[in-house]
């Protein structure tokens, strides 16, 4: 039963609603003013008030600032457009006219009641409220402001309290493992570790090793046992970045651990149990490389429960100033050079240039640009953005008589970019040369070919 407080001076009005209420179901209280509803009710005991607006003593709209949590219906013998809009814009539910049709009233009131069944009560508001603080958390974690940054804090808000497994795909440099830490963080495992492991990073003679651990004697050099980084992470979360650069072999020891929740070290004949999150992050296409056998189909299905897509800065135009002053600012601090800021040239600058590198890049331009910076202001010229790649010469001797030379391209085969040449050299030969052979010959580090193959998508030699 709904119960209805009447705060009416007129006797007769207040006698005459309290029949017709409680005739029609209602539990219904009365009083004579707002002071005598003060001292003889608690408003949180009623699901409506209905109350005249001149009263003696205090009006009657007094009480919707005194009931916070409960609608307030006003009725008033002065009907006029204004005493309507005012009581509304008070916060009143509704306003009907006096002398009011006994239907009309119990219209209004069916009306008010159905609506305030349907708002989410107190309980839904607090969640809700704490999921926007956590979104707005999450912002402390990884800058945006866009529409489309907004969706992916709000699906970290909802994905993060789950156990669920999420792939998180992205191109390099846009933050991909600060998606994955913000996870982790609003999770119910944030008490435990978060394990970062770069799949590509790991020679893949070890990468089963490093994962699940290995006992004594298993291989070569194996002196003694020792727990892997899946180990490391029980009860906590295990974040695998460019899991399309895992080989075979240590895929399957992975889908083990996502349906039995359980690892085998190498060399062990006896299985662990793991209570571990996953969360895999690729720049890759894995339902490809599924297709093409690259990549174990079942094992993609298992992970990709949840996709969370992050944008690239270059679809981020609202954002990219606004992340270039906050990257100013924590590079400033952390090189103690306070009080620095950007010209309008280098801000023009920012805001022009695509970001292939996305965040990563944008962060390094500034650091470079706060460590050259000699007074407060960063200039275009100190951040030395790659703005044409075009512009830059081929080493000589890069490539030798001996080797075969890389195919024209065929729309402008005098005008090839450095990017070009490294892209055709590494396609045409890395089946015959090792990594470290690859980077010899481009005179670079065998780092810097890893990073330059994730830039350009091009995947590493399986077996290499």
């Known amino acids: 039963m709904k119960h209805i407080l009447v705060v009416e001076d007129e006797e007769i009005i207040r006698t005459a609603l309290h029949k017709l209420l409680v005739h029609n179901g209602y539990g219904v209280e009365q009083a004579e003013s707002v002071q005598d509803a003060i001292d003889n009710y608690q408003f949180d005991e009623f699901d409506l008030i209905i109350s005249d607006l001149r009263l003696p003593g205090r009006p009657g709209t007094d009480l919707i600032d005194l009931a916070t949590n409960q609608p307030v219906l006003i009725m008033t013998s002065y009907a006029s457009l204004r005493s309507a809009v005012d009581s509304m814009k008070m916060g009143a539910i509704d306003y009907i006219a006096k002398p009011f049709d006994h239907d009309e009233m119990l219209i209004a009131v069916s009306q008010i009641l159905e609506k305030q069944e ?8 607090e969640t809700e409220q704490a999921a926007q603080a956590d979104i707005s958390q999450i912002n402390d ?37 600060l998606a994955a830490r913000a996870l982790h963080q609003f999770s119910k495992r944030d008490k435990k570790p978060i394990i970062c492991v770069n799949c590509a990073a790991i020679p893949e003679t070890l990468i089963e090793s490093e994962l699940f651990g290995h006992e004594k004697g298993a291989f070569t050099g194996a002196a003694s046992a020792r727990n892997g980084l899946v180990e490391a992470a029980d009860g906590g979360t295990l974040f695998l970045d460019e899991i399309g650069e895992l080989p075979l072999e240590a895929q399957a020891r992975l889908l083990r651990v996502l349906q039995e929740g359980e690892i085998r070290r190498v060399g062990s004949t006896q299985s662990l149990k793991v209570d571990v999150r996953l969360i895999a992050a690729t720049h890759r296409n894995l339902r490809a490389l599924s297709k093409t056998g690259e990549f174990r189909e079942d ?24 992340l270039a002053k906050l990257l100013l600012n924590i590079v400033s601090e952390k090189l103690s050079k306070t009080g620095l800021s950007l010209s309008p040239s280098a801000m023009k600058l920012i805001q022009e240039h695509d970001w292939p590198g996305n965040v990563r890049e944008m962060e390094n331009a500034i650091e470079r640009a706060v460590i050259l910076c000699d007074d407060s202001m960063i200039t275009a010229e100190l951040l030395d953005i ?33 990017e070009d040449y490294f892209q055709h050299f590494v396609l045409e030969h890395q089946d015959q040369m090792s990594e470290t052979e690859l980077a010899q010959k481009l005179g670079i580090s065998r780092k810097s070919l890893w990073e330059r193959r994730q830039r350009l998508g091009i995947p590493r030699k399986k077996g290499d």
């Open 118 to 125: 349907s708002r989410p009560n107190a309980e839904d508001q």
């Open 141 to 177: 974690i990884l800058y945006g402001r866009c529409q489309a940054m907004e969706k992916v804090f709000n699906l970290i808000a909802k994905v993060a309290p789950t156990d669920t497994t999420v792939l998180i795909q992205g191109e390099s440099g846009t933050g991909k493992e």
């Open 299 to 322: 094992l993609y299905y298992r992970l990709n429960v949840m996709q969370l897509k992050l944008p690239p800065l270059r679809e981020r135009e609202e954002d990219i100033l606004g």
């Open 386 to 418: 790659e703005t044409d790649i075009d512009e830059y010469t081929i080493p000589k001797g890069m490539f030798s008589s001996s080797t075969v030379k890389p195919k024209p391209v065929r729309d402008k085969p005098k005008d090839l970019s450095l």
